[in-house]
């Protein structure tokens, strides 16, 4: 297996890694600017305010998305194990 070989899987894995990640982080990033928006405008400094709509906004996503994100998963998945036979033929 070559360096081409590695780096490809790699920069596949990274991207589904990413892929997987970005609904939650997306979420998480608006509620955390949302929620420091309404702390301003009221002026209230509680620092845990913003974990209640966070948590709630990641567990939402993970529901919502599970489904599109077990799909990707499987396929990487089963690519990377398609591919195995080539991988190991490979001088």
Same mark, same amino acid.
């Given at each position: 297996?070559?360096?081409e @070989? ?6 596949q894995a #990274?991207?589904v @890694?990413? #892929?997987l %990640? @970005? !609904?939650?982080?997306a979420? %998480? +990033? =608006?509620?955390?600017? +949302? *929620? $420091?928006? /309404?702390? %301003?405008v009221t002026?209230i400094?509680?620092?845990?305010? $913003?974990? =209640?709509?966070? =948590?709630?906004?990641i *567990? %939402? @996503?993970?529901v /919502?998305?599970?489904p ?6 499987t396929? /990487?998945?089963?690519?990377? /194990?398609?591919?195995? !036979?080539?991988?190991?033929n $490979?001088p």
């Amino acid at each position: 297996m070559g360096n081409e @070989a590695v780096l490809e899987i790699t920069n596949q894995a #990274m991207k589904v @890694a990413l #892929m997987l %990640a @970005a !609904p939650m982080l997306a979420g %998480a +990033l =608006i509620i955390g600017v +949302l *929620v $420091s928006l /309404f702390q %301003a405008v009221t002026q209230i400094n509680e620092q845990t305010l $913003s974990f =209640i709509p966070k =948590i709630l906004i990641i *567990v %939402a @996503a993970l529901v /919502f998305f599970s489904p599109w994100m077990l799909t990707t998963m499987t396929e /990487f998945t089963r690519e990377t /194990f398609l591919r195995i !036979p080539e991988m190991v033929n $490979s001088p």
